[in-house]
């Protein structure tokens, strides 16, 4: 009976797929997004106007795999924000169906291998979740110092051009067309919503969500306060220029100092993982224990739990903000 689980959930779900795939459109959604484009089509606010042309936009890029998908996960728009801040092209939808292939690859691999139908669900379900929440973070620490790393240089360009007379809205497009890398494709997506007429502090703040970087932040408060207050723009933001380059360099002095500790924290973290594997292609029998019997199956959950923990406490105390 359990040889015959695993291969029919599959199907099940890949049967769910493709109804959720071929299946026509619902009538109440399409009723409801048909009074709500009545409403923004009689709408006399120019906001609103932007609005819902962005909307309109953005539904039609949606497929049908996203809706089911949004439907599905717990937080569908917290996901997207996490998708967008790689800066690749990837929706909801294919993350979906790659972590429901990794976790269904995995739970299959497992359970041939031998290991018990309970452990290889959870061993599926931990690889479907985890990789793809561990690659994305990764590609998103790697855009936004890439992004740091560049944005320095892009406020002085901007001074640059505020010192030749360009207006802000001006000096944004050039430094969305000179400078390459992320620094480039926000500024670009910040150009082109000021071109369909969202204001540039709202343009401003959407793209300060979305990287969440403290860098850009101060860059959209410097903006809004000299806007407020007057003053020389070129001069105050050739400061943050200034502040920013002081700010990278003293997080570089912290990662050196801690370089020591985190490579004792990875040296200690791996050993049990390095024992494991050593004993594994010594004496495989010695070590199937883990994936055979129960109460081995409980210790070591119990030991990877601690060490989690261990882990997390480490990588805290190494961890400095500035």
Known sequence: MTEMMIPLLGLVLVLAMLVAAFSGPSEAKAQKRRLTALRERHSASAASAVEAQLRRITTARATRMDSLASTLIPRPAQLKKRLDMTGRSWSVGKYALV???????????LWLEGAPLLLALFGGLFIGLGLPHMATGFMINRRVNQFTSKFPDAIELLVRGLRAGLPISETLSVVASEVPGPVGEEFRSVSDKMKIGRSMDVALQETSERLGTPEFQFFCITLAIQRETGGNLAETLSNLAEVLRKRAQMKLKIKAMSSESKASAYIVGSLPFIVFTMIWFLNKDYMGGFFTDERLM?????????????????????????
Do not use: P, Q
């Open 298 to 322: 409980v210790a070591g959950i119990g030991g990877l739990v601690w060490m989690g923990i261990g882990a997390f406490i480490m990588a805290k105390m190494v961890n400095f903000e500035i």
């Open 99 to 109: 972590s429901g292939g990794l976790a269904l690859g995995g739970a299959a691999l």
